[in-house]
Structures are given as C-alpha cells and as structure tokens.
C-alpha cells in the first residue's frame, strides 16, 4: 500500500516509482524512507500528507465556504524531502520547548482518554 498525500498509489504506479529495477527487491532504509514504528510517527505521516494536499491542489482544509483561499505558491519552491524535514524540525521543537507537554499538563483530562484495558504502570 503507498499513498501520495491522501491519494492511493496503484500498484502499477508503485512498481514503477520504486523498483527501478525487476531484478532487485527495493530497499527501504532510513536514508530515503521513514519508519513508522511509534504513534508519534503516524501524526508525522498525517501532517506530511497535508502539506502534499496543500503543495499538489492547494486545499484550504479550514475554510468553510468550500472555496480556498490557501496560496501553496511558497510550498512550490520546495521539495517534498524539505517539507518533511521542515516538518519534523517544527514538532522537534513543539516538543522541546514545552508547547505541548505544557498545555496537556495543565488540563490532561482534556486531551489523555483513559483506557480501562490498558494495564497499570
């Protein structure tokens, strides 16, 4: 399964993007792919996938008269690996300078579900 921002890569595509070549198994290691092995790594996946919606069609996905007024022309001059990295150095540093840990910490009822099934610690 490969997705372009919320799209979905057909297998054909897919082939095509990632196997260069029929002889030899594509290698997906960190240098050009990222794991997503934490659940941290899935709200990087679903931020990322936005800003491909916004760079690609220019979707406005807070604007409520369905019509957008998102100008994408800045995300045009970059490329996708320079978003991702933007990206990843703004929830860096989200989280180093207490922006979140802070908010959630002064209200946690309000943003922590409490799973009766999950064992205490």
Known sequence: IAYHGFSP?????????YSQSFDQQPSFTEKDFVNMDTLFQHVDAHLF???????????DYDDEDGESDFDSEFLDLKTYEEMFKDL??????????GVIKDVVAEDPERYIVKDDDMIPM
Do not use: N
């Open 88 to 97: 990843r150095a703004c929830v860096d540093l989200c989280h180093r300078d």
């Open 9 to 17: 890569i057909s297998s054909e595509t897919r082939k095509i993007i």
């Open 49 to 59: 996938a936005l800003l491909i919606e916004m760079k690609d069609y220019g979707y």
